[in-house]
């Protein structure tokens, strides 16, 4: 499927700090509407769709010449009050915040950081996973790589262990896995939250060619990846309700936490768990009972292996 040649549709390979900065803070400004930041509205026809520049500008307190100049992608000597107000006045959430301010000062250390080292799961970590007997539980890695598991995962999503390493890939199974489609009810929610977890991780490791190639791949194979790239969301895994029907046990209602683990802020562990008493928990502790050796093609495309295989390396 050819990519579109839109500006704002081209992936960020490589992530080039000044064209991001410039639309991602355009993207912020063209969804809020005069009404939102307190401005009259005079029902006059506009040529953009949401604030214009001097608008953002009044609101923010800084000159128009000002923001015109750092929305072009010029981030030299902003200081963070600045930033902080223009962040109020676009009304930027946490993330949202973080990631502009990482775009305009750029650590040395994650400048230094370009080619990120192969990352692996502590044994202490994996011996933890496969302590949680009932919980599907796994580690997140840059790139929103899958690095390692328990059997209950391979229970409600398909026994990665089966997969090649490239290919346990948040990004690769949602956009690229039919499977994927079926299992998460609402799909398009769970498409947007990985998509803008990647342009976190790409806005912390430009420089990083394995994730330039992933996002590269996405956006040449995936029609909705392209479009959901190119409207600049940002988020962090964190915690919330999410709904799935397994091929085996139907519909589960779940929570899911995240958790950063030490030593690597890239690597997150997260993990799922039903309301207690709920027909979901009883669906879920059944399907986690038959672990990594439920016949299932879940997220990949394949039935799973006996347990001892499931962790993977």
């Known amino acids: ?16 700090r000044r064209t991001e900065l410039s639309e991602f803070l355009r993207s912020r400004r063209d969804r809020l509407k005069p009404a939102d930041v307190g401005l009259p509205d005079y029902g006059t026809r506009r040529r953009v769709p949401g604030l214009r520049r001097e608008e953002l500008a009044q609101v923010a307190g800084v000159s128009v010449s000002y923001y015109t100049h750092l929305e072009q992608g010029n981030s030299a000597n902003v200081s963070v009050e600045v930033l902080d107000a223009i962040g109020r006045a676009l009304r930027l959430t946490d993330t949202e915040h973080a990631y502009l301010t990482q775009l305009v000062k750029p650590t040395r250390q994650r400048a230094a950081r370009s080619a990120p080292q192969a990352q692996q799961v502590r044994p202490a970590v994996q011996q933890l996973l496969d302590s949680m007997a009932d ?4 580690v997140n890695g840059l790139r929103m790589d899958i690095l390692g598991w328990n059997g209950p995962a391979a229970a409600l999503f398909g026994n990665w262990a089966q997969l090649r390493p490239e290919e346990r890939n948040w990004g690769r199974l949602i956009f ?12 398009e929610a769970k498409a947007s939250a990985v998509a803008g977890i990647l342009r976190v991780h790409a806005g912390s490791h430009p420089g990083d060619p394995r994730l330039t190639t992933l996002i590269g791949e996405l956006s040449v194979r995936s029609e909705e990846f392209r479009r959901l790239w190119a409207a600049h969301e940002v988020r962090r895994k964190s915690h919330g309700p999410i709904r799935m029907r397994h091929p085996l046990v139907g519909e589960l209602r779940l929570a899911y936490e995240t958790f950063p683990l030490p030593d690597d802020p890239d690597q997150m562990l997260v993990t799922y768990h039903a309301e207690p008493g709920s027909e979901s928990a009883t669906a879920l502790r059944l399907l986690t009972s038959w672990g990594p050796d439920a016949t299932t093609p879940a997220l990949t495309g394949q039935e799973s292996v006996p347990s001892a295989e499931a962790r993977g390396a």
């Open 135 to 138: 919980v599907p539980a796994y």
């Open 1 to 16: 499927m050819p990519s579109s040649d839109a500006p704002g549709d081209r992936p960020a390979a490589g992530l080039d």
């Open 176 to 187: 690229l896995s039919p499977a994927a489609r079926d299992l998460f009810i609402d799909w």
